[in-house]
């Protein structure tokens, strides 16, 4: 046990430098508000040994949902602060799949993480789309500036957008105190009647 603790202190410090140098290719853009006309929100829910993931798409200015996806899988990684991305990459890719949109909401810190380079940055590296963090509650170690409280949301730059921009897009989305898009995308994904679409 002792030993594949190492093995796993080892490999975790080798994934937290390769954070390091990823962040170095995070962009921040200026986005106007005016020019998103679609926005996704993806969430992931756990039971037992399955990793539930929902995403949605609405459509602004009202927010009118155009499109859903969801799936399920068995989870590949356990939960270890800060590394979330390790777990939650894969069923957050598949929900994404197929769909189409102008800005995602990652339930998950961006730039707000003690690396720089949480799920929402990884996921939006990946993806090559504007994408930005949402969380309910901001990491221990990270410097103020590299999130904004809006509503009940801790929001942080993912990837191709700064973030005042960020928060232009996400107030308007709040649906009490939390974005639309992610609320509905966490509801689906806890649903008890769960199909694979």
Partial sequence: MK???????VKLRR??????????RIVELSVEPSRVKL?????????DNLARAAAVVCE???????AVRRVSLEVSFPYIPTFFFLRETRPVLMALRGLNFDLLLVEGHGRAHPRGYGLASHIGLLLNVPTVGIAKAPLRGVPPQAYRKVGKAYVSVGHLIDLDSAVKIVEPLLEGGYPRPLRLADRLSKREAYEED
Avoid: N, T, W
């Fill in 3 to 9: 030993v594949d603790d190492e093995r796993l202190g």
């Fill in 15 to 24: 994934i937290a430098e390769i954070q390091r140098k990823l962040s170095e």
């Fill in 39 to 47: 926005v996704a929100g993806v969430d992931v829910s756990y039971r």
């Fill in 60 to 66: 602004l200015p009202g927010c009118e949902v155009v």
